[in-house]
């Protein structure tokens, strides 16, 4: 296959580009994100995300399968662009140098096409502070078969960098929505689907929800949980028990817990 | 009350000092930890810990309840070294600056004295990469009633002012015990414990665990998970169900889902 190679200055531009990436606004203006390592490659790729520059180096590369993909992507007119172990070192960000990264496109479901009858649950996120919450989230959510996940207004960007390293892949396999309290509104009545708030201060106990409906889990912020709007959209509320002098958890851990005991209960009364 | 001022130079000692603690091998030699913030200060006071240094900027210091204390502690001989606002800051690693710190001496119950019957669980923790996740673990340890965490060997530091933060004060009210692998299985045999394994290659379900006996929970490393020879301690591992292409959990949310499930069964199971 022949490969023209690139000139020292369109490989600048894209490095540019590259390190833009990390900041939001670059990423929402062109609608693409960074991925990075073999894990990421393989994930977007099985998920037909689609690559936009594949930034690649001959020499830090060893995995074969993605080797190959990278050739069969060129092939299908997917740009290139060879870097040094040098340059590729200077944009990673993962620990190891695995000399695979890609700009991919954005891909969110419209709400619209969103089923709220498939899945585990849905969950609804209106913010978050920590991307490493959001990520870790993001990966129990494809562990547990979670349908896709909505975010409520666009204060939390699933594709910054640190979000879809901590899914450890999550992120591509799930859908992914944005809504707003209105929209979600809306959404909820037409899917008949079940709002739920992960709240401290609710009276019910997490495993004593009902199961009889689809279910929407809504998720607030650390500290503040979820605003009043957003907790006015939800039926029920339910809490974890707490003991000692604790009087929180980790937003991750306990959206952790609530999302295993549905698959709990799923396998449970599943005959 | 009288108290003579910190001269500047035991003043650039103590700082000095302070500054040595983020290195575990100075928290290790002289048997002390820092805690940082209101919340610490509180919940290391309330759990009796015994304090070496306070660390005190009157102007950033708004808790009325912490002044008080602060008063109480002097009363009773312990050092206090008062610092400018810019002194402060200079050694904060939280974001916000509280006006309070001190140099706490670290505390490990003795296995011997441990008693394997109470509480929810014990966790026993070979190593953990991310003092992140072990401090989210203490956290969740804490809010659902675990008597104590056993660390085996020394590749584990609570004390490390990461954990002490993450745990959002759990690690003030644990048992905290270090073992052998040879005590180890010693203190679960004189104190009837089975030790479960967290594996996710395990045949058996989380949800199928007996609930007859006292149990220990064992975690291994992020990846790697526990070593033959803690694995050869557990008499039953257990796993989270899985779908998708995801092949791993978070460890803190894994660990705080099968705390919690057993916090389920102890409510489900009593009267």
Redesign the interface.
């Known amino acids: 296959m022949h490969q023209s190679e690139n000139s020292a200055a369109s490989t600048h531009d894209v490095l540019l580009r590259v390190r833009s990436l990390s900041q939001r606004r670059a990423r929402d203006s062109a609608g693409v994100f960074l991925i990075e390592g073999v894990r990421q490659f393989l994930?977007a790729y099985?998920a037909d995300f689609e690559f936009d520059t594949i930034l690649h180096s001959r020499i830090l590369l060893r995995n074969e399968l993605v080797q190959k993909l990278v050739r069969q992507l060129i092939a299908r007119g997917v740009r290139r662009v060879s870097l040094s172990p040098e340059q590729f070192r200077a944009i990673q960000t993962a620990e190891r140098a695995s000399g695979i990264a890609a700009i991919v496109r954005q891909r969110f479901t419209p709400l619209a096409r969103a089923s709220g009858q498939r899945g585990l649950c849905w969950l609804v996120i209106e913010h978050l502070r920590s991307p490493?919450n959001l990520g870790?989230i993001l990966?129990?959510a494809?562990?547990?078969?979670v349908a896709g996940v909505i975010f409520v207004g666009d204060s939390c960007d699933p594709f910054d960098p640190r979000v879809v390293r901590?899914s450890?892949?999550?992120i591509f396999?799930l859908n992914l929505a944005r809504a707003s309290p209105q929209s979600l509104r809306e959404w909820l009545k037409r899917n008949d689907v079940r709002a739920i708030a992960l709240d401290p201060r609710a009276p019910r106990?997490?495993?004593d929800l009902p199961i009889d409906a689809p279910l929407a889990l809504f998720i607030g912020e650390e500290r503040e949980g979820l605003s009043a709007p957003l907790r006015e959209l939800c039926e029920i509320g339910v809490r974890?028990?707490?003991?000692?002098?604790?009087d929180?958890?980790?937003v991750?851990?306990?959206a952790?817990?609530m999302m295993?005991?549905l698959?709990?209960r799923s396998?449970?009364h599943s005959p």
Chains 1, 2 share one sequence.
């Open positions: 994930r099985e490493g870790t990966r129990t494809e562990a547990t078969g901590a450890m892949g999550g396999h106990l997490w495993i974890l028990s707490m003991m000692g002098r604790a929180s958890l980790n991750a851990v306990a952790g817990v295993y005991d698959v709990r396998i449970q």
